[in-house]
T-cell receptor
Framework: SQQGEEDPQALSIQEGENATMNCSYKTSINNLQWYRQNSGRGLVHLILIRSNEREKHSGRLRVTLDTSKKSSSLLITASRAADTASYFCATDISFFTNAGKSTFGDGTTLTVKP | DGGITQSPKYLFRKEGQNVTLSCEQNLNHDAMYWYRQDPGQGLRLIYYSQIVNDFQKGDIAEGYSVSREKKESFPLTVTSAQKNPTAFYLC????????????FGDGTRLSIL
């Protein structure tokens, strides 16, 4: 089964509201990454958080990591219609033993209504 | 600007035909990856390569083949043995060290004629 699982599968909010997506994983990790995918496009990296970090910010994005619960959350504040996309988490176990292979979850589809 | 270029954007395959998807990067990354994405799902790893002239099977390699003759290029061939090839294919690369994200191309959508 997938290492990373996102929750919820789909999220619909109004512009200006905050959006929170969660990711759970099963094994110990080196880092966790969040990506965004617009319809029909490739993935774009948002934030990478290392296993020894608890929180990272980038603009309107805030990512937290709780290694004791094996979970992460992505918060998008003051959402905009342009934030409408699918969001994926991916985990790295160990580059040197795992060839840099990341394991992706099935994603959360976010719809922001104007 | 550096990046990953996938071509073509759309590709159609006839029964019994092999087709090749192109992936070129100018990021000077050693590691490259091919993923398959089905509607509403995440990414599944097909093949990956850590260095030129070397590659390994991922989770769903059956019916696919790759080559890595140049650092910049990692083409994927979808063979006639792949009975359900309709999907969105994504190529990615990354710096060969931990704690660096993957960089993705814009994908190729493959359909059956």
């Amino acid at each position: 089964s997938q290492q990373g699982e996102e929750d919820p599968q789909a999220l619909s909010i109004q512009e200006g509201e905050n959006a929170t997506m969660n990711c759970s994983y099963k094994t110990s990790i080196n880092n966790l990454q969040w990506y965004r995918q617009n319809s029909g496009r490739g993935l774009v990296h948002l934030i990478l958080i290392r296993s020894n970090e608890r929180e990272k910010h980038s603009g309107r994005l805030r990512v937290t990591l709780d290694t004791s619960k094996k979970s992460s959350s992505l918060l998008i504040t003051a959402s905009r219609a342009a934030d409408t996309a699918s969001y994926f988490c991916a985990t790295d176990i160990s580059f040197f033993t795992n060839a840099g292979k990341s394991t992706f979850g099935d994603g959360t589809t976010l719809t922001v209504k104007p | 600007d550096g990046g990953i270029t996938q071509s073509p954007k759309y590709l159609f395959r006839k029964e019994g035909q092999n087709v090749t998807l192109s992936c070129e990067q100018n990021l000077n990354h050693d590691a490259m990856y091919w993923y398959r994405q089905d509607p509403g799902q995440g990414l599944r790893l097909i093949y990956y390569s850590q260095i030129v002239n070397d590659f390994q099977k991922g989770d769903i390699a059956e019916g696919y083949s790759v080559s890595r003759e140049k650092k910049e290029s990692f083409p994927l061939t979808v063979t006639s043995a792949q009975k359900n090839p309709t999907a969105f294919y994504l190529c990615a690369s990354r710096v060969p060290e931990s704690n660096q994200p993957q960089h993705f191309g814009d994908g190729t959508r493959l359909s059956i004629l």
